[in-house]
């Protein structure tokens, strides 16, 4: 009875050991994380929403609350001093799992100036398309909301990808709506000169 009470005693030990490295280590390289998915994931599609910035959209990036209590990064892109536009990132369902859509818009007049797609796990060859610009180009220039050509829109989905063309036109609608719950705070935050 004595050796089973010291095994459990052990391995009771051992678990909370292992859950503190465990956190602790969590903690220690979380900054490190997110300074490497900017860098790899979201700065690149950045680059491909708005091809052209004064300012490092990266650098300037702030947080704000959303209406419904979550928080949104925000990415703003500076021409001439004045805010020209805003990308933030937003995710739909995919059929492998949530697809991240870096969305970008255009202040002046409220427009899509583009998506990048930032995090996916598609189906190799057929999901994995949405990233190619053949169907990430069509969204420019559109107001929001979007919808796919089966649904009364002007997207068209990516032929055998129907679940992932959906999950990323999601994306850019959700996006849409915070960008929209959140326009006078960007205009007052990065003033409109």
């Known amino acids: 009875m004595m050796n089973i009470l010291r095994m459990v005693a052990v391995l009771s030990l051992l678990c ?3 859950g503190f490295a465990l956190s602790y280590l969590k903690m220690v390289t979380a900054s490190r994380i997110e300074e ?7 700065g690149p599609a950045l680059n491909r929403v708005f091809t052209h910035a004064d300012n490092s959209p990266i650098a300037d990036r702030r947080k704000f609350a959303l209406p419904d209590g979550g928080l949104m990064t925000v990415f703003p892109v500076m021409r001439g001093g004045k805010l020209a536009g805003v990308a933030l990132e937003e995710s739909g369902k995919g059929f492998g799992g949530p697809i ?3 969305v970008g818009f255009n202040v002046a007049d409220d427009t899509l100036a583009g998506i990048g797609i930032t995090t996916l796990k598609e189906t190799p060859g057929l999901g994995m398309r949405v990233v190619l610009p053949s169907f990430t180009s069509q ?3 559109f107001k929001t909301p979007v919808a796919l050509k089966a649904n009364g829109g002007d997207v068209d989905a990516v032929s055998g990808a129907t679940i992932s063309s959906t999950g990323a036109v999601e994306a850019v609608n959700r996006a849409a709506k915070a960008y929209a719950a959140l326009k006078t705070e960007l205009l007052g935050a990065w003033g409109k000169k």
């Open 36 to 42: 490497q998915v900017l860098t790899y994931v979201q």
């Open 100 to 102: 991240g859509v870096m």
């Open 16 to 18: 909370g050991l292992s």
């Open 139 to 141: 969204f420019s220039g």
